[in-house]
């Protein structure tokens, strides 16, 4: 089981990120537009900079949804691999048994 700070830490980005992420794009799309004039650019990049650094999606780590581990974890399922062979060698996951050999 991971550090519940460390999970509560990684739920927090993720609370962030869904605040602003529609401010996020809207200054991004402004930045990245060259046909408007650099100092409007430049502008909308210091309101970017203004915004919580833990706003930004690659902040947030995928964690798995049983632990909290961090590392391999699987992006379809959000489960780490070592909670993934618990349960399916218990039997909680349909259609998926345990090879052996």
């Known amino acids: 089981m991971a550090k519940k700070s460390a999970i ?3 739920l927090k ?3 962030l990120v869904k605040k602003y992420s529609k401010k996020r794009a809207e200054l991004k799309k402004i930045i990245n537009n060259k046909k408007l004039e650099l100092s409007e650019r430049f502008s909308a990049q ?3 900079n203004k915004l919580p650094k833990n706003s930004a999606k ?3 780590r995928n964690r798995c949804e049983v632990s ?3 590392h391999g974890v699987y992006r379809k399922l959000r489960i ?3 909670a993934l062979r618990d349960m399916a060698s218990s039997g909680k996951i ?3 048994t345990k090879s052996s050999w």
């Open 46 to 48: 210091l309101k970017l």
């Open 58 to 60: 690659i902040r947030v």
């Open 13 to 15: 980005r993720m609370k």
């Open 80 to 82: 780490s691999r070592i």
């Open 94 to 96: 349909p259609g998926l």
């Open 8 to 10: 509560q830490k990684n």
């Open 68 to 70: 909290g581990r961090p």
